[in-house]
């Protein structure tokens, strides 16, 4: 395969590993590639920017709230004021926070747990239980009725005298 140029012909040096077709596909990947890669630069880069942007706004806001200096030729004029209740208020999110993360849940209280009604979501939330052995309280609950005490707990695969003493202070009957 040949190149040629102003009645200049060059040999193609690609030409001797691959064919035209694999040429275009794999200078298809590299431009991908290198598109990716910048979209990635670009984006680990953002939080950095909004950062500095935001330094700018606070030292905007302590120019703007410095009276000491005043330029020859604004004499006289007023800075700029903003009603707070005219303003637009934009709510402020991460943008590495995805749609789907849910917000840290508080902490649990000393008896908060009551081990004959508390549905899979609260007892997820005992140190030591995962929502399938939620489900297996909540099955043995079923089963054999209501606990009795809350050593009864014990008699749940998977939850031992180490588990159970982790807990035991949240649990209630």
Known sequence: MHCSYEGITLKNPVAKWFTPQEARVIIFVLAALLVGSMVLMIARRLPMIEKDVNVMKE???????????????????????????????VPRTNSYQ??????PEKPLTEGEIN???????????????????????????????????????????????????????????
């Open 59 to 89: 030292s905007e806001k302590e120019a703007a709230q410095d009276t000491t200096y005043e330029s020859p030729g604004l004499q006289g004029a007023q800075p700029d004021t903003v009603d707070e209740d005219k303003a637009l208020k």
């Open 115 to 173: 081990l004959n009604t508390a549905p899979k979501s609260q007892l997820s939330r005992l140190p030591g239980v995962g929502p399938k052995r939620a489900e297996d309280i909540i099955e043995y609950r079923e089963k054999n009725g209501p606990f009795k005490s809350k050593k009864d707990i014990q008699k749940i695969k998977g939850i031992g005298p180490k588990t159970y003493e982790k807990m035991e202070k949240y649990l209630s009957i």
């Open 98 to 103: 995805f749609a789907d993360t849910k917000k």
